[in-house]
């Protein structure tokens, strides 16, 4: 079947193989080989997980309109290849940008962009400067975009409050039995309840304004070229939609800040590395400092704990209801990556005067 899919989109050369690629929780990545006379070319098939995107049709809308608008912006500033530096469609022999298969699934293909890698977590500080640099960068180019041009994919995607309720919902309905199990994640979250709207309720009041952000901007979506190990592009582009830089800055933080990486077994080895924050903070600022209020700016540690606390919850709702959004490697993987999170935020608390103190000299 895979090969059928692929040879519907409008590849030069001849199919050579493919494999599963990547690490992805979401959506089904391979990697595809063709050679087209000799010369070995790569691209990036997906199919789209409608479980999480309903109307794949928009999320496909929302990519083009970005990596095209990106496209532009990077010829404006002399780049002759733009798309060496930012992910680029592959259409299908119709002349669409994804292709429907006989069962309703979404595909689509991206190029393979050769001279780029990407890793789970930071390798030093200099890794750290590039990916915060890199997610200003692309909130530098999308900044013409806005965002009312672009649909809201996954609604409330970041609006905290709801993951807290879901939370409650799952911890009320127990389908899997699990609560009893979960005792100091239940105490843990009940301290912390007065967090999950502090980024909402500023939204409301209009102090944060609105713009095109990335929404999962952690270590992985950020790559990173093999050889200058200076940041190339963003990627996985499905969650590009309206809300606030904060969303892509705490996420950064969370994602990049944590040494360790997100499945380490051992709890206690987990912290917010506060020379790697600087660093992301000095990179971000460096690209997205001028489009900020000084507001945005004073709010950016804030969002560290909003969203690192937001992704706790995630994790720790879907475990409750049986596992049944993230991608599993065993039963209690999601209680697991709860409790990373939990610790990064107890981490984060304990740093927090300091994160303060090194954003506002910036």
Request: hydrophobic share 40%; aromatic share 10%.
């Amino acid at each position: 079947m895979l090969k059928t899919i692929i040879s519907q989109f409008s590849i030069p050369g001849t199919f050579v193989k493919s494999r599963r690629f990547g690490s992805g929780l979401i959506n089904d990545t391979y990697l595809c080989e063709f050679d087209d006379s000799g010369k070995p070319r790569k691209f990036i098939l997906q199919r789209i997980n409608a479980s999480v995107f309903m109307h794949p049709e928009q999320v496909m809308r929302n990519v083009e309109t970005v990596t095209t608008h990106m496209a532009k912006r990077l010829s404006a500033e002399g780049i002759a290849d733009p798309y060496a530096m930012t992910p680029a469609l592959i259409n299908t022999r119709s002349g669409r940008s994804f292709l429907v298969d006989d069962n309703g699934a979404y595909w689509r293909m991206f190029h393979f962009i050769e001279s780029g890698i990407v890793f789970d977590t930071v390798l030093d500080r200099k890794h750290a400067y590039e990916v915060g640099r890199c997610v200003g960068r692309f909130q530098s180019l999308v900044s013409g975009l806005s965002p009312d041009s672009l649909h809201e994919t996954i609604p409330g995607f970041h609006y905290t409050p709801k993951y807290l309720a879901a939370y409650d919902d799952a911890v009320d309905a127990d389908v899997a039995g699990r609560v009893a199990g979960i005792g100091p994640e239940t105490a843990f979250v009940f301290q912390r309840r007065r967090l999950a709207p502090r980024l909402t309720d500023l939204i409301a009041s209009n102090e944060l304004p609105l713009r095109v952000v990335h929404n999962d901007p952690k270590v992985n979506n950020v790559m990173i070229h093999n050889e200058s190990g200076e940041a190339l592009c963003m990627l996985d582009l499905d969650t590009v939609m309206p809300g606030i830089v904060h969303f892509d800055f705490g996420d950064c933080v969370r994602s990049a800040a944590n040494p360790v990486g997100e499945n380490v077994k051992d709890l206690g080895s987990i912290n917010i590395d506060m020379v790697l924050f600087e660093a992301i903070t000095e990179g971000y600022l460096r690209e997205a400092g001028a489009l900020l209020t000084k507001t945005e700016i004073a709010m950016l540690p804030l969002s560290v704990k909003v969203i690192t606390f937001e992704l706790g919850l995630r994790f720790l709702a879907d475990y409750l209801r049986g596992d049944t959004y993230f991608k599993i490697q065993y039963p209690a993987h999601n209680l697991h990556r709860a409790r990373v999170q939990f610790r990064l935020l107890e981490s984060i608390e304990a740093n927090e005067d300091r994160m303060i103190a090194l954003v506002s000299k910036r």
